[in-house]
C-alpha cells in the first residue's frame, strides 16, 4: 500500500498559465477527493468522485477549474488562467464508501504558487 | 449548514502533559460524524480518530480520546502523555447526512510540544 501520491509537490507558475495536477489515490479506493487548503485555514471541500462519476461541486470551483477521473483510477485538477487568489496547497485523499464513518486518506498535497 | 469551530490558534505544551484541544460543531441533522485529523509541517494529514453522533461511549485510539459531549455540540480531543513528535497543526471535522460526502474542517489549532 503505497498511499495516495500527488504530482507535483510544488509548481510555481505565472499568472495566466494553466497548471495541472496529477492524484494518484490507494487502489481499491473508490472514491477521490480534491480540497484546497490556504495558509492558516482548514481544507476547503472543491469536488470528489465515485469511480469516473463527479458526483459534487463546491461553488469555490469556479469555471477556470475542471477536474477529471478518467477510469476510475487517477484524477487530475486543471486550472486555466491561473490568478494570485488560487495559489495554495491542493490536496488529494481517497476513501471507500461507507457511510459517515468513512474514513479519508490524504496525499502531501501540491503547493501551488502563481506570482 | 455545518459548521467546525476551533478557538484556539496554538497551544503550548511540556512534553509529557495531557493537552485537549477544543472543537465545537453546529448541525440540525441528528446523524453525524466528527473526526479529528492531525498535519504535521509535511503537509500530509493523518487520521486520529473518529465518533459517531450515536456512539454510546466516547472513542479512544491509544493516546487518543474524544471527549464528546453532545448536548453541548463539542468533541475536544485529548492527547495524553503528549511527545515531541505531536507538534503539528490539528483539525477537527464533521460530516452528516445532508452534507453528502464532503469533510467541514475547522481552522485547526498548532500544537507545540517542548522539551
Known amino acids: 500500500d503505497t498511499g495516495v501520491s500527488q504530482d507535483p509537490r510544488h509548481k510555481i507558475t505565472k499568472r495566466g498559465q494553466n497548471v495541472t495536477f496529477r492524484c494518484d489515490p490507494i487502489s481499491e479506493h473508490n472514491r477521490l477527493y480534491w480540497y484546497r487548503q490556504t495558509l492558516g485555514q482548514g481544507p476547503e471541500f472543491l469536488t470528489y468522485?465515485?469511480?469516473?462519476?463527479?458526483?459534487?461541486k463546491s461553488r469555490l470551483l469556479s469555471d477556470r477549474f475542471s477536474a477529471e477521473r478518467p477510469k476510475g483510477s487517477f484524477s487530475t485538477l486543471e486550472i486555466q488562467r491561473t490568478e494570485q487568489g488560487d495559489s495554495a496547497m491542493y490536496l488529494c485523499?481517497?476513501?471507500?464508501?461507507?457511510?459517515?464513518?468513512?474514513?479519508?486518506?490524504f496525499g502531501s498535497g501540491t503547493q501551488l504558487s502563481v506570482l | 449548514a455545518q459548521k467546525i469551530t476551533q478557538t484556539q490558534p496554538g497551544m503550548f505544551v511540556q512534553e509529557k502533559e495531557a493537552v485537549t484541544l477544543d472543537c465545537t460543531y453546529d448541525?440540525?441533522?441528528?446523524?453525524?460524524?466528527l473526526f479529528w485529523y492531525k498535519q504535521p509541517s509535511s503537509g500530509e494529514m493523518i487520521f486520529l480518530i473518529y465518533?459517531?453522533?450515536?456512539?454510546?461511549q466516547n472513542a479512544t485510539e491509544g493516546r487518543y480520546s474524544l471527549n464528546f459531549q453532545k448536548a453541548r455540540k463539542s468533541a475536544n480531543l485529548v492527547i495524553s502523555a503528549s511527545q515531541l513528535g505531536d507538534s503539528a497543526m490539528y483539525f477537527c471535522?464533521?460530516?452528516?447526512?445532508?452534507?453528502?460526502?464532503?469533510?467541514?474542517f475547522g481552522q485547526g489549532t498548532r500544537l507545540t510540544i517542548n522539551p
Open positions: 448541525t440540525s441533522d441528528p446523524s453525524y460524524g
Open positions: 485523499a481517497s476513501s471507500l464508501a461507507q457511510g459517515l464513518n468513512e474514513k479519508l486518506f
Open positions: 468522485f465515485q469511480n469516473e462519476a463527479q458526483l459534487e
Open positions: 465518533q459517531g453522533s450515536y456512539d454510546q
Open positions: 471535522a464533521m460530516r452528516d447526512s445532508q452534507g453528502a460526502q464532503k469533510l467541514v
